[in-house]
């Protein structure tokens, strides 16, 4: 990799520390100058006299920020096999149980929400279908009532009204008749 690419990551990850791993797989820490303004540059320069295949660049805890690799053909962007230390791992252990439990607990919200949503759904329906059960008996009263008006008995067609109306209205319109 070259100076310029190299100094670029390092001015964006900001390292407090920097691990150079050898072709055998041998780690040496390389100083970070403090409070210099060309700190990366003396970084880089430290680089150019050990022989490395890949740079990790920690924050001040230890934690791996970034890798940069230095084999030949290696692309910005291509994956590199690290082996996480610990502390890295038991972070990754936690980090993964949180999520497990975060998706558990959203997973039961869902579902408890789309059980509200059946049971409403539900029950408008029953309540619609009652609503239409009483406009159609309704319907049907008015047209015995027209039809005993028509037949030149006027008693029945008022006597019907008054025995079937009351209840038919109240569950229409989902009271209780007095």
Known sequence: ??????????????PSRLV?????????NIAVPTGRRRKWDF????????DWVTLELLDEQGGLMD?????????????????????L???????????????????????????????????FAE??????RGYTAVLELAQRAAQAQADAQPDLGDELVRQFAPGLVGKVMGSKPK
């Open 1 to 14: 990799m070259d100076s310029s690419a190299l100094c670029a990551r390092l001015r964006k990850f900001r």
């Open 20 to 28: 150079a791993v050898g072709p055998t797989g041998e780690k040496r």
């Open 43 to 50: 970084a880089i320069r430290a680089l150019e006299h050990i």
């Open 67 to 87: 890798v940069v690799d230095n084999r030949a053909g290696a692309e910005e962007g291509e994956l590199v096999e690290v082996t996480p230390d610990a502390k």
């Open 89 to 123: 791992a038991g972070q990754l252990e936690l980090l993964l149980r949180a999520q497990d439990v975060a998706l558990s607990r959203q997973e039961r919200a869902t579902a408890q929400l789309l059980d509200g949503y059946t049971k409403l759904v539900q029950t």
């Open 127 to 132: 309540r619609l279908g009652s609503m239409e």
